[in-house]
């Protein structure tokens, strides 16, 4: 493996890797750091925990040092925690620069940005809908001249998922300069290849690991198969073995919607386990508080939405647990990959129900590599299940007494107000949509009965005409027997 020095980067940003930590690149820098250099656009893909950030942090700081101006650079990514560690490596590898940087993203104070904007910062890291935001509503900041915009996750900001980024990504590049460098960077951005090539159009170097699995193979990928209802106990019983074996371990759980999340976490910490949570219906300044606390080990449990599963890099963590199995293996490969970064190892555990199994079956298949059981005794298991249940259970009721669902329903109804549509007129189109839907799927069903139907009454016909020929043939035989 080479060094930073034939690289091109230059020593003062060799000295600041060193002092980080950082000796040798790795593969994606050593790819992709030359071809940035060299002026051309780039789409880097590598597994997670790889070292993407510092791919492209270090060229365009080395840029920034020949020629330094404000505004120079935009990153993009789609949380907000990631947004904030991105600057971070900026601000700390760019250190001896001077190097000012601004952060925009949603749950913050926007005059305050505005006011940071308008001071023209070297580098601006946000996510789209905020910055969209401030370029709707403010003059007081131009990128114009901005020689790099960089999409971290770029996947994910291209893709039409729950969040859609695509409307406010599209006002954002037509206040750019078409004269940039775009660099282009995520674990998984095969699926999104074809947008994300025409985002870069500059003859884009194109750099993906050669690999035959999409997961590190520092990671012990594991999986328990678990009756719906026991799902708790297992849980519970995992995180009692690990914080009982490894008192520095910190553990992240994943689960698939915000409540859940809350009532997991009201329901480990009724058990005593120091448990924070992160998901999107908390305040902006409780999610960072609450990483902050998670990242410095005052928590070592923290039970999150996939708002966590992309970027976040945490080295003290070293087992992910999925509370729900991910329907996409997207989705699966950025949560494990939370574990087993920077060749340190990890263990991820998935709890699968009867249900789950199919989409077991899809994940392995796109990450080519098999998940093995993990081992539990089912008896420690079964001794704490009723003690878990009726903990969650009174945990529901805590939180059905508050008005968690009612905020719920007043930020779905606010983030629809702000794409500028009508709350009430899209609840009467969802639920028309549902009626033609269940139309639809009765009509299906009907015909399907039909075709069952005819097939069950043409087999029977069949049958009735075999037996009908061979007792035929039995006579006729019977005939010409006695003639
Ligand atoms: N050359 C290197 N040698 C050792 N460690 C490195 C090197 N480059 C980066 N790192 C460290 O590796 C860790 C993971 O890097 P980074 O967060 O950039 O990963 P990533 O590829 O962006 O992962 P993800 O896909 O999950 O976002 C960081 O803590 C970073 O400081």
């Known amino acids: ?73 935009l990153v993009l990514t789609p949380t907000r925690e990631l947004a904030y560690q991105i600057a971070e490596q900026f601000r700390v590898l760019g250190k001896p620069l001077g190097l000012r940087d601004c952060i925009v993203v949603g749950g913050m104070d926007m005059v305050a940005q505005a006011l940071e904007l308008s001071k023209q910062p070297h580098i601006v890291v946000g996510t789209p809908g905020r910055l969209a935001d401030h370029i709707r509503s403010s003059n007081t900041f131009s990128m114009s001249r901005i020689q790099f915009l960089i999409l971290d996750e770029a996947d994910r900001l291209l893709e039409q998922g729950c969040t859609d980024f695509t409307k406010d990504l599209e006002e954002i590049l037509g206040i750019l300069p078409a004269k940039r460098q775009t660099l282009l960077f995520s674990a998984t951005l095969t699926d999104t290849l074809q947008e994300l090539k025409n985002i870069a159009m500059n003859k884009p170097f194109f750099w993906e690991s050669k690999s035959e699995t999409r997961t590190v193979e520092e990671l012990d990928q594991r999986y328990i198969l678990t009756p719906e209802k026991v799902k708790d106990a297992y849980l519970v019983h995992l995180i009692q073995t690990f914080t009982d074996e490894h008192d520095d371990w910190s553990i992240i759980i994943f689960t698939n919607t915000c409540k859940t999340c809350q009532i997991l976490t009201m329901m480990l910490r009724e058990l005593n386990f120091p448990t924070i949570s992160l998901h999107s219906m908390m305040k902006q300044k409780q999610r960072f508080a609450n990483l902050a606390k998670f990242k410095a080990s005052v928590y070592k449990i923290l039970i999150a939405t996939d708002v966590a599963a992309r970027g976040l890099d945490i080295p003290a963590v070293q087992v992910v647990i999925n509370h729900n199995t991910p329907g996409l293996s997207k989705i699966y490969i950025h949560r494990v990959g939370r574990t087993a970064r920077a060749g340190r190892s990890g263990v991820s555990i998935t709890l699968v129900t009867q249900y789950d199994i199919h989409l077991v079956h899809s994940i392995e298949e796109q990450i080519q590599t098999k998940l093995k059981e993990y081992p539990v005794k089912e008896k420690e298991v079964l001794k704490i299940l009723t003690q878990v249940n009726v903990t969650r259970r009174e945990c529901e009721i805590k939180l059905e007494s508050t008005d968690f669902d009612e905020k719920r329903e007043i930020n779905k109804r606010k983030q629809m107000i702000l794409e500028g549509k009508d709350p009430d007129l899209e609840a009467k189109r969802k639920a028309e949509l549902e009626k033609i839907k269940s139309q639809k799927k009765r009509f299906k069903q009907k015909i399907q009965e039909t075709i069952e139907r005819q097939k069950r009454g043409q087999l029977k016909k069949k049958l009735k005409k075999r037996k009908e020929m061979k007792k035929k043939k039995s006579a006729e035989a019977a005939a010409s027997s006695t003639s």
């Open 1 to 73: 493996m080479s060094d930073f020095s034939s690289l091109g980067l230059s020593d003062w940003l060799i000295k600041q890797c060193q002092q980080l930590g950082i000796s040798k690149p790795t593969p994606v820098q050593q790819n992709c750091v030359p071809a940035i250099l060299e002026g051309r656009d780039c789409l880097g893909c590598a597994k997670t925990g790889s070292g993407k950030t510092a791919a492209f942090v270090l060229p365009v700081l080395q840029k920034l040092s020949e020629d330094p101006y404000g505004i120079f650079c």
